[in-house]
């Protein structure tokens, strides 16, 4: 039995949710999102609530109604709030700037590297070089943020790269600490 799929999921004001077959979509004050279930999972809504629940037993059908579960609680989360993700700029040297929808990032080559962020994604960069990303698919918000974070991951020594705000860099020593 699943402890996280046998949860409701509370469907907030504004948001509305329509259910045909396998695909569901959910609107709301923020955009819409919508998603295909996979064919061991039913889906029930009663009045502000919707209920995930497997059709038959097994392992697999169990974390596949623990993950739908989840992924519809992202998007209902995703069109009422918004996600967002931060990820921080260090060097000398290494800025971060962005115009319409193309992020350009000076980190140590010859020339800017230039990203284009798809559709759906905004971000915002301060002056402290504190990337500011958001949306409202968690999944596509996660992995534009990897793509951000692979131009320039940080290195062990002086921590310089792009990593996400809160992550830690563990340090190695160098060569005069070896002695």
Do not use: C
């Not at 999102?33 to 999972?41: F, Q």
């Not at 080559?109 to 409202?136: H, M, Q, R, W």
């Amino acid at each position: 039995m699943s402890r996280i799929g046998k949860q409701p999921i509370p469907v907030p004001k504004g948001v509305k949710v329509e259910i045909k077959e396998n695909h569901v979509k959910v609107t709301g004050g923020k955009g819409s999102l919508e998603r295909t279930i996979r064919p061991e999972i039913d889906l029930k809504q009663e009045n502000d609530v919707l209920i995930v629940s497997p059709r038959g037993a097994g392992k697999r059908i169990n974390a596949f109604w623990g993950l739908t579960r989840t992924l519809l609680n992202n998007m209902i989360v995703g069109v009422d709030k918004g996600f967002e993700k931060k990820l921080i700029v260090e060097g000398v040297g290494y800025r971060a700037k962005v115009e319409k929808s193309v992020l350009t990032l000076n980190v140590g080559y010859s020339n800017p590297v230039d990203f284009i962020l798809p559709e759906g994604i905004s971000a915002e960069v301060d002056k402290n070089n504190l990337i500011t990303l958001g949306g409202i698919d968690k999944e596509l918000l996660g992995l534009t943020a990897a793509r951000i974070r692979a131009v320039r991951k940080p290195e062990p020594y002086k921590g310089k790269g792009i990593r996400y705000e809160g992550e830690h860099i563990v340090r190695k020593v160098g060569k005069a600490g070896a002695k």
